[in-house]
């Protein structure tokens, strides 16, 4: 697509439940980052992906949070037993290898509040 | 460690520039970033410096690196009261794995 899309825009849950955040990258960017944006912050990094792998999920907060890319372009990030904390905005982004992975494309986010 | 800081707020009259700074820690940080965020928008990348630069212009954007201090600045002329938004400094560090580390943002308010 033109852009990277976030679905849905906007989630309200209940402490304790599950929720799923997706990501639809730029086509043709092997590169997909999740980072997650509270109030007041700046964007804090989670997990990075090179094609299907995980090359780094040091950013990931808890064994709560998890995020997968099973065939290198749509990512899903998954969040048990939520709580009041995790309520933020949950940005993707994408970018290309080599010389153009430095510029990294920015969705709109998922606003995530947690009731 | 990686850590990227900027000042909180900056307010200024329209029409005179806007100076947004910003320190970062990580030596080994290949580019650094200026991005924008207007309320309720995602992040829109302004500019982009190499860390082997230590100037770039780009229309009313004037980004300023000195490496030795790990400072950055961003510069914006003749600022309009479209330029009222959230400023994200941040810094890329690469070498086995890629990510950006951004700082707490600058909200910059523009008055007339």
Known sequence: ???????????VTEKGKYVELRCDPISGHTA??????SLGQGPEFLIYFQG???????????????????EGSVSTLKIQRTERGDSAVYLCASSKTGSQANVLTFGAGSRLTVL | ?????????????????????????????????????EPGAGLQLLTYIF?????????????????KDKHLSLRIADTQTGDSAIYFCAEFVSGGYNKLIFGAGTRLAVHP
């Open chain 2, 51 to 67: 860390s082997n630069m230590d100037m770039k212009q780009d229309q009313r954007l004037t980004v300023l690196l000195n490496k």
């Open chain 1, 32 to 37: 997909l980052y999740w980072y997650r944006q």
């Open chain 2, 1 to 37: 460690g990686e850590d990227v800081e900027q000042s909180l707020f900056l307010s200024v009259r329209e029409g005179d520039s806007s100076v947004i700074n910003c320190t970062y820690t990580d030596s080994s940080s290949t580019y650094l970033y200026w991005y924008k965020q």
């Open chain 1, 1 to 11: 697509g033109a852009g990277v899309s976030q679905t849905p825009s906007n989630k």
């Open chain 1, 52 to 70: 299907t792998g995980a090359a780094d999920d040091s950013g990931l907060p808890n064994d709560r949070f998890f995020a997968v890319r099973p």
